[in-house]
């Protein structure tokens, strides 16, 4: 084959020689109408990475199946019971490659300010060269797929397409479910359109003759994200946020770049559409750190009559402010990568029945029959477990059966309580935000912001105290601003500066949405639960609506408006009188002390923190002296 172009490299790529032939790939015509620049690109990429053969995915069915008939004979994929779990499949990673490697994520930003204390910064001109050298023949001996995905419904005005490059197969079926991947998304790029180049490879080449592994992946790991060009290098990983571009690295790292130049913000949010016994429809959007219910939240079953809630997305949030004035948002992903563990009919039963079929599952526990396993999905486990390593398993093994880790990646349309307006072009309007966090004391189950520049400040101090003591010291808060530590891609205090140049924006056009907080995990002092959760939460979110319509009472308090009495009906979720006074106890000392710690983590963004949010604060301390006095 011989790569001939006269259109100019992206940065960091080596000048492709006209007429430099290489070696014997088989190389498979792009569709007819392919940007000159996307061609220009995965040539530049083959020869760097030198692969046997290139292909163009299409993202039909028929693609899928020849992907995953490969991987069973591979090894990659155990194709599951039908009779338990139709045209579903389980993969086993490598032991080393089973999660996010946040040491080894980088954002390279021309000037290492913009990346800000929270994320691992590199120079761009040091990384580029060191992937240059990492990707120089990563794909020798594979096949390179080349596949073209929107972030959002096609041709939506808030969607974004990008296309990945990968040497993983596991990888394209998984783009296949979790966006709208193939052709018809290659041709939503046309010469004025920007799109982002996202290059991965698993970084285990193979020498002639050398039999391949089951997992390949490679101990040396780089994601590597380049805000100004827009760029995704991914080395060495083939699971999940690493490997997955569309998800964290694009839709939330390069997303968040792009929506604070267009003036619009990619969150880690969830999407509900709720309907009260009145018809009315509301949305929300709502952002969690993990292990604070997320995915239990996105898929709620209220349990106060007459409410009904719809899922849009249980993960990324993209929000605009619409041609209306009115803050719109979208779901740019078409699928749910969930965590495995903990999922079960008692917990999540819309999550369980939306696996029924037509799922990969990654490092969960095999059974006998079949079927699958992990901790949660029933209160015992089956006999002859094969554990997630495929090791034969019982309940004295003294491990997990299935990865803390494992997931499950399935279509959002396979969702019992999908929304019909998930993918809607448009997007929806949001009628109010809400944060949340795990936290054993001083938040209360809920409260209402004072206005948007106070919601701001809760993002930024949304935190969590630490449950175990790998994490840290026990009880210690753990900051997870907008629940965007890991994901944002530029200085967090930047961040809440364009979150309050959005809403200065709304609030011209009468679009601003009320802003809450929630933490359904404050315990009393004898260590019980307070609050029972799951389908619960329902009531809380009635209220939070019943205020954005304007029909709920409220009280102020320091921290918001809280319910009035008699405005939620505790009484029907089985919590005395006496706990619903200490889900909503405030203690100033305590308020005063975390105030403190607030200040110490705005220092270490050097005088870069808004002075709209040093000024909630300081309102803060202000209130809680005076509860205090």
């Known amino acids: ?71 069973i004979d591979q090894g990659t994929l155990i194709r599951l019971n039908a009779d338990h779990r139709p045209y579903s499949f389980l993969a086993r990673s490598n ?65 974004r397409v990008g296309v990945q490059i990968t040497d993983s197969p596991y990888v394209v079926v998984s783009m296949g479910i979790m966006t709208r991947m193939g052709h018809e998304a290659l041709a939503q790029i046309h010469p004025d359109t920007e799109w982002v180049p996202a290059m991965h490879s698993v970084g285990a080449p193979l020498s002639p003759g050398e039999p391949d592994v089951a ?17 995704i290098w991914s080395f060495g990983s083939g699971y999940g946020g690493n490997a997955l571009l569309g998800k964290k690295s694009f839709s939330l790292r390069i997303a968040s770049v792009i929506g604070r130049d267009e003036g619009w913000l990619a969150e880690h949010m969830l999407l509900l559409k709720v309907t009260n016994p009145k018809g009315r429809v509301f949305h929300v959007a709502a952002a969690f750190p993990s292990a604070c219910g997320k995915t239990n939240f996105a898929m709620l079953k209220p349990t106060i009559p007459g409410w009904t809630v719809e899922t ?45 079929g037509n ?91 004072r206005g948007w520049e106070h919601g ?23 900051r997870d601003p907008f629940a965007m530590l890991p994901f944002c891609g530029y200085n967090m205090a930047d961040h809440w500066q364009h979150w309050l140049d959005v809403g200065e924006g709304l609030r011209k056009t009468g679009g601003v949405p009320r802003i809450f907080q929630v933490n359904w995990f404050r315990k009393g002092d004898d260590g019980r639960w307070l609050w029972p959760g799951f389908g619960e939460n329902g009531r809380v979110l009635a209220w939070i609506l019943e205020r954005v319509e304007g029909t709920a009472a409220a009280v102020e308090s320091p921290v918001g408006w809280l319910p ?8 029907a979720a089985g919590v005395p009188d006496a706990d619903w006074a200490e889900l909503f106890a405030i203690n100033p000392a305590a308020h005063l002390a975390e105030a403190d710690d607030a200040e110490k983590f705005f220092g270490t963004f050097e005088g870069r923190v808004p002075a709209a949010i040093i000024d909630q604060l300081d309102e803060l301390r202000a209130r809680m002296r005076a509860a205090q006095a």
């Open 456 to 478: 701001v400040f809760i993002g930024a101090t949304i935190s969590s105290e630490r449950t175990a003591a790998a994490e840290g010291i026990v009880g210690e808060l753990r």
């Open 564 to 571: 009035a009495p008699g405005a939620i009906d505790y009484a």
């Open 215 to 231: 997992w390949p992946c490679n101990a040396t790991k780089y994601i590597s994200h380049f805000p100004e060009t827009r760029e």
């Open 95 to 159: 032991p080393d490659d089973v999660a996010r490697v946040e040491s080894r994520t980088f954002i390279c930003s021309a000037d290492e300010a913009d990346a800000g204390p929270t994320n691992n910064w590199a120079e761009p001109a040091q990384m580029r060269s060191e992937l240059e050298d990492v990707f120089a023949g990563s794909m020798a001996g594979r096949t390179m797929y080349v596949v073209p995905f929107s972030m959002g419904p096609l041709g939506s005005p808030l969607a």
């Open 359 to 449: 799922t990969i599952f990654t490092n969960v526990a095999l059974r006998p029959d079949g079927d699958v396993w992990w901790e949660g999905l029933t209160d015992t486990p089956p006999d002859g477990l094969v554990d997630w390593t495929g090791r034969h398993w019982t309940p004295l093994s003294g491990v997990p059966a299935a990865h803390p880790n494992s997931r499950f990646t399935v279509a959002a349309s396979q969702c019992p309580t999908i929304s019909d307006d998930w993918d809607d072009p448009r997007g929806v309007v949001i009628d109010a935000i809400i944060f949340g966090g795990r936290r054993a004391t001083n938040v209360p189950l809920v409260a209402e912001a």
């Open 312 to 356: 849009i997305g249980d993960d990324i949030a993209w929000l605009a402010p619409g041609p209306d004035g009115k803050l719109r948002a979208i779901n740019p992903e078409a699928g749910f990568f969930g965590v495995a563990p903990g999922t079960g009919m008692s917990t999540n039963s819309t999550a369980v029945e939306t696996i029924w």
């Open 1 to 71: 084959m011989t790569l001939t172009t006269g259109i100019r490299p992206l940065d960091g790529v080596p000048e492709v020689v006209d007429q430099i032939p290489l070696h014997d790939a088989t190389w498979a015509l792009p569709p007819e109408g392919t940007d000159p620049r996307v061609i220009a690109w995965v040539e530049k990429m083959a020869h760097l990475t030198t692969p046997d053969t290139v292909v163009w995915c299409d993202g039909s069915r028929r693609e899928a199946d020849e992907l995953i008939r490969g991987m």
